[in-house]
């Protein structure tokens, strides 16, 4: 057999790379090259660490700078690493010699290198082992786990099926004793006019008849066997019930959800900590150093560098909630002392860098929620230096209100429309404004926008909100922030059921999509689109936002019902909360930037470019990471809720 010879040193090459743990995620890796000559010496770039073992790690270089490259080539080059594994939060220190390389195909520089550790704490080089085995044993545990919990569905199925043959069979005895009685009772009576008759003609005390009649016709007996079995099947209906709940439980979860729920405890979250801490670091990575400002979508190049002021917002709490009052502070003072203004208000979009406006655009919501995080802000951090902003925020807002005859908001000024999610937010920051202020002109002009989301929001034969005045068509969000904004308890005074709400919700907008993760597998991922995709005439799209949205709304569900004792419809919204953080946790990419790269954030929805049914379309590409699904997830996650300012939130440790 002829063909052309391996080299010597790509046998070596593959050799080495076998003596390797391969683990099923990557985690980041910050390097440098230098020589320990003196003579050259690189700046630290990023790398991901792709396999494990005993005396070094095989490395990923993706998109490396064509000036970093000879480096690879010098003779005895070494490498400085700050390796960043998930297990820990302080950086690993290691010196490692160069002993293989290979370059991937590809338009981009990318190669997979082999470090031999010099110079690594021994207790860190066992830790880092000991991580690759478990990720390389997880997946057959997790196997046999669910299993497991199979065996034990399939049992609770047998057993509900068994109470409900005994539950029939002991109705058909009800049933049948019931016949059994009305026949004694029917003998007993006729008897009982028959004996009277006979008494009267004997001349017995007629007294005395009736009380023998009295006695047999009670049927005592045929009523305490009656009371027994309708106890025993009260107690077995109850047992079923049970049964059904767990089963309901297990069905409703997929494999993986229902092994984490197995070797979790009642009350600890799917989503892990350290996805929240890496989101955070994410976020602070973004923004721009002289406008605070921070681009809303990173990985879609028409969007680069745009910084819609709904996710400004957004980062202002985010950064609120982790005590980073500094960073959260940047933001409030561009929007305060800096922003350009149209109509007394701020406009949509602004440019990252330098703090000009992009969209000439004034619409109610995005001011709304400014205002609102200038004061969840204030609450936490004790400084009142933005209290003005949301007072001149939330009177530029009254004034738009008394517009309207039937004290509606509208989208904007100019504009004709009115949004039901606009109204909601606006029923929040009123209350916010004047819990703050103690001004009941805020307090009124909250009532009045109830009053107008329940007249022209509020659908009762469908058990839920439209997206606004005259506008029928279903968005998800009106759902899930009615329940956010004005509460589940307000929802119950106006017979207004708030489980009605997500029931609709789950029903028409939740939808179980294809999600392509960083390493190319292809994953279901299960949460809601932002209409009924139907609709639209499409296939559905999991909102990353306004699933964590959904999340969100069904703590507070959860909590509402807990503080009424109604402890088991507490434990089934838990159980959602926590399988839809699972599914979240599923769509974690890492955006292409140098900024981004490494850092754990979320895309704003499964598929890219999808049209959302509300006049816009979601950034393209498939690794954009979005400042809005990062910051909801967070949210989510935490249990915190933008609309409560008074909520007690405790950070992971």
Known sequence: MSGTAIPISEKLSLLNERRYIRIDTVFPVEMKFFDPGGGSSSHFFQAFCRNVGQDGLCLELNALDAELEPFLHLPDIKLDLQIEPPFTKKAIHARASLRWKKRQEGELIHYLVGAQYEQINDKDRRRLKRYALGRKWLPGLSLF????????????????????????????????????????????????????????????????????VRVLSSASLIDQLK????????????????????????????????????????????????????????????????TGLAPSYEGDPKLENWSFTYDQALLVQVYTLFGNYDAAKKILLFFRDHAPQDKGAFVTTYITHSGSAKEWEVISGPNIWLGISALQYQKRSGDKSFEGLAVSLGN?????????????????????????????????????????????????????VFNWLMKHAYDPNAARFRRGKGDATIATDTLTWAIAALGPARLEQVQFDPDGIMEFAEEHCRVTADFTQPDGKVVKVTGFDFVKPAALGRQGVVSTEWTAQAVVAYRLLADHYESKNKTWRARAYRKKAKFYLGELDKMKTSSL?????????????????????????????????????????????????????????????
């Open 396 to 448: 530029w807002l009254l004034a738009l209100q008394n517009e309207d005859t039937e004290k509606g908001v509208k989208g904007g000024p100019g504009l004709t429309w009115y949004g039901t999610e606009h109204n909601l937010d606006a029923y929040s920051f009123y209350n916010m404004l004047y819990e703050v202020t103690k001004n009941k002109k805020f307090l009124t002009a909250r009532e009045d």
């Open 227 to 290: 009371e027994k079995l309708e106890y025993e099947r009260s107690t077995l209906l109850k047992e079923r019930e049970s049964y059904l709940a767990d089963l309901r439980d297990f069905s409703e979860a997929p494999p993986r959800s229902r092994a984490n729920e197995a070797a979790s405890s009642e009350g600890r979250d799917v989503f892990p900590a350290p996805n929240v801490q890496l989101f955070y670091q994410w976020l602070t990575r973004h923004q721009h150093p002289q």
């Open 145 to 212: 786990l669910t299993l497991t919990l199979s065996v034990s569905v399939l049992f609770l199925s047998l057993y509900q099926l068994d109470l409900a043959r005994t539950n029939q069979y002991l109705t058909a005895q009800v049933m049948t004793l019931t016949g059994y009685r009305a026949g004694v009772l029917s003998v007993l009576n006729g008897f009982g006019d028959a004996w009277r008759n006979v008494s009267r003609d004997l001349g017995i005390n007629p007294e005395k008849v009736n009380d023998l």
């Open 593 to 653: 930037s140098r900024t981004g790269q490494g850092k754990g954030c979320l895309p704003y929805a499964s598929a890219p470019n999808a049209d959302t049914g509300h006049g816009w379309k979601v950034p393209d590409g498939h690794r954009t990471g979005s400042i809005a699904g990062t910051a909801y997830a967070v949210f989510a996650w935490l249990g915190y809720n933008p609309f409560d300012l008074n909520q007690s939130i405790d950070l992971p440790k």
